[in-house]
């Protein structure tokens, strides 16, 4: 009996213990892709000739694929055991199937396409990789574009993720698609984007373009296992992300669908400093969320995508809610609505909360950035991106030092006239978050110790019965 005792409560104790620890980190694997003594590299500078490639804000995408391939292809001579090509060195148009030929002609060990990115709204940010849909090539890509977007956000770049996208013809991108059928591992690497504020400054000028190169052939080093003794580094032992050369990666898979849930509910409205604080909780079944934005007229127009919190492309993972203090500009009574983006620029808008009354912003001299400021540090946003704080400010509740916030700032519970309650305060939204998490745990508790006491008490009936009837026995 008392063997049995243990043995259960040990299992409760396991299961607690499991339900307070944090996920492990994605696993660590060798490369999946066999190759020779030698690597054989093909680098693919994107455009050329005629096809510019993208020309927004004065950029030419075929001079600036040129100069990366170039200080891709000088650091990676400088690495044993590998030799290195160009599809072109000069201002030659070719199609993708030439482009794939050429590599096939090297007998490649792979290809990679440098190209810069615009998008048609001009909203998004970041890199990110596309990568053959087709086992195992598609294994052998997620495992080099995890280097290539870690490097990136290294860097200071937001990172987009690994990703497929499939057409008509099997793999959308006729690179891709070209090189698989020769048999040949390819994929397109996309650096930043030439058209968005804040990542114009990552390719502003050929020396910045260079450095996106030197980071490329590192990744590549990296991925192959390489070694330089120029460079004084060795990367035989180094592990890449887990993957399945018979499968295709779950975390580059395309999603088609919008974000499933995106909900808003007021924290609070300091009507005279001028700051609307929201709770947003949004999830996406089938992909990290990546950006959000909000409207203060009810959908109808809306502010720059900022960087959702917490997300990583890579692991699949965000922060399903956040604190959003919203600065308010004066005599505007918002409707707010907050839209959610997944990694492929699918969104979903959340309910609206409309205003019971104008933001007057009059009682003092403070900024919105001073107010939200005095609510605690930042969060939410990945190291290197910055957003428009004057404007807008994603605040950790975990953050908030109740001592640095007066009465004053916070505000008592505000009232219609039917006395229903239209405002909670910060400490009690935090006092209630801390609340329903205790209230979690010691439910937890309370039912592995009920479940223990039934099964004493169901192994004491059991030993009373036999040992009644071993009496009459």
């Given at each position: 009996?008392?063997?049995?005792?243990?043995?259960?409560?040990?299992?409760?104790?396991?299961?607690?213990?499991?339900?307070?620890?944090?996920?492990?980190?994605?696993?660590?694997?060798?490369?999946?892709?066999?190759?020779?003594?030698?690597?054989?590299?093909?680098?693919?500078?994107?455009?050329?000739?005629?096809?510019?490639?993208?020309?927004?804000?004065?950029?030419?995408?075929?001079?600036?694929?040129?100069?990366?391939?170039?200080?891709?292809?000088?650091?990676?001579?400088?690495?044993?055991?590998?030799e290195v090509h160009l599809t072109r060195t000069g201002d030659q148009k070719l199609s993708l199937k030439e482009r794939a030929e050429i590599a096939a002609s090297f007998d490649a060990d792979f290809l990679f396409s440098i190209h810069y990115n615009a998008s048609e709204t001009h909203e998004s940010f970041g890199a990110e990789a596309w990568v053959s849909t087709v086992a195992p090539y598609n294994a052998y890509g997620y495992q080099f574009g995890c280097e290539f977007l870690k490097n990136m956000r290294e860097m200071g770049l937001l990172v987009r993720g690994v990703k497929t996208r499939l057409g008509d013809r099997g793999?959308?991108?006729?690179?891709?698609?070209?090189?698989?059928?020769?048999?040949?591992?390819?994929?397109?690497?996309?650096?930043?984007?030439?058209?968005?504020?804040?990542?114009?400054?990552?390719?502003?000028?050929?020396?910045?373009?260079?450095?996106?190169?030197?980071?490329?052939?590192?990744?590549?080093?990296?991925?192959?296992?390489?070694?330089?003794?120029?460079?004084?580094?060795?990367?035989?032992?180094?592990?890449?992300?887990?993957?399945?050369?018979?499968?295709?990666?779950?975390?580059?898979?395309?999603?088609?669908?919008?974000?499933?849930?995106?909900?808003?509910?007021?924290?609070?409205?300091?009507?005279?400093?001028?700051?609307?604080?929201?709770?947003?909780?949004?999830?996406?079944?089938?992909?990290?969320?990546?950006?959000?934005?909000?409207?203060?007229?009810?959908?109808?127009?809306?502010?720059?995508?900022?960087?959702?919190?917490?997300?990583?492309?890579?692991?699949?993972?965000?922060?399903?809610?956040?604190?959003?203090?919203?600065?308010?500009?004066?005599?505007?009574?918002?409707?707010?609505?907050?839209?959610?983006?997944?990694?492929?620029?699918?969104?979903?808008?959340?309910?609206?909360?409309?205003?019971?009354?104008?933001?007057?912003?009059?009682?003092?001299?403070?900024?919105?950035?001073?107010?939200?400021?005095?609510?605690?540090?930042?969060?939410?946003?990945?190291?290197?991106?910055?957003?428009?704080?004057?404007?807008?400010?994603?605040?950790?509740?975990?953050?908030?030092?109740?001592?640095?916030?007066?009465?004053?700032?916070?505000?008592?519970?505000?009232?219609?006239?039917?006395?229903?309650?239209?405002?909670?305060?910060?400490?009690?939204?935090?006092?209630?978050?801390?609340?329903?998490?205790?209230?979690?745990?010691?439910?937890?508790?309370?039912?592995?110790?009920?479940?223990?006491?039934?099964?004493?008490?169901?192994?004491?009936?059991?030993?009373?019965?036999?040992?009644?009837?071993?009496?009459?026995?």
């Amino acid at each position: 009996m008392h063997y049995y005792i243990r043995k259960f409560a040990g299992i409760c104790i396991l299961a607690l213990c499991l339900a307070l620890t944090e996920p492990a980190p994605a696993a660590r694997a060798a490369r999946l892709q066999e190759t020779g003594e030698k690597i054989v590299i093909v680098i693919d500078p994107g455009h050329g000739g005629d096809n510019l490639g993208t020309t927004e804000n004065d950029h030419e995408e075929k001079h600036m694929t040129m100069v990366t391939a170039q200080a891709m292809y000088d650091e990676l001579a400088l690495y044993e055991n590998v030799e290195v090509h160009l599809t072109r060195t000069g201002d030659q148009k070719l199609s993708l199937k030439e482009r794939a030929e050429i590599a096939a002609s090297f007998d490649a060990d792979f290809l990679f396409s440098i190209h810069y990115n615009a998008s048609e709204t001009h909203e998004s940010f970041g890199a990110e990789a596309w990568v053959s849909t087709v086992a195992p090539y598609n294994a052998y890509g997620y495992q080099f574009g995890c280097e290539f977007l870690k490097n990136m956000r290294e860097m200071g770049l937001l990172v987009r993720g690994v990703k497929t996208r499939l057409g008509d013809r099997g793999d959308y991108y006729g690179i891709i698609r070209e090189s698989v059928a020769l048999e040949i591992p390819a994929m397109i690497l996309e650096h930043c984007h030439v058209d968005e504020k804040r990542d114009q400054s990552f390719c502003s000028d050929d020396a910045k373009l260079a450095a996106f190169g030197k980071a490329d052939a590192d990744a590549v080093a990296k991925y192959f296992g390489l070694k330089s003794s120029a460079l004084g580094v060795d990367y035989s032992d180094y592990q890449l992300a887990e993957a399945d050369e018979s499968a295709v990666a779950p975390l580059t898979e395309q999603d088609q669908t919008a974000p499933d849930v995106c909900q808003i509910e007021l924290i609070r409205a300091d009507y005279d400093a001028g700051v609307l604080t929201l709770s947003v909780s949004a999830a996406d079944y089938d992909s990290a969320l990546l950006y959000y934005s909000y409207s203060l007229d009810g959908g109808n127009t809306f502010g720059p995508r900022e960087a959702w919190p917490e997300s990583d492309t890579l692991t699949g993972s965000y922060s399903d809610t956040f604190i959003l203090d919203i600065a308010v500009p004066a005599g505007v009574t918002p409707q707010v609505v907050v839209r959610a983006y997944n990694m492929y620029d699918f969104y979903s808008n959340s309910n609206s909360y409309n205003s019971p009354q104008v933001f007057y912003n009059n009682v003092s001299q403070k900024t919105s950035a001073d107010v939200i400021g005095s609510a605690g540090a930042v969060s939410g946003k990945p190291e290197g991106v910055s957003g428009n704080n004057s404007v807008q400010q994603v605040i950790s509740t975990e953050d908030i030092s109740k001592e640095e916030i007066s009465k004053e700032e916070i505000g008592a519970e505000l009232r219609d006239e039917n006395q229903n309650i239209l405002m909670i305060p910060v400490d009690a939204a935090i006092e209630e978050t801390s609340a329903k998490s205790q209230f979690s745990l010691v439910k937890l508790i309370l039912a592995c110790l009920l479940s223990l006491v039934l099964l004493s008490v169901v192994i004491f009936i059991f030993q009373s019965l036999a040992d009644r009837n071993r009496r009459k026995r």
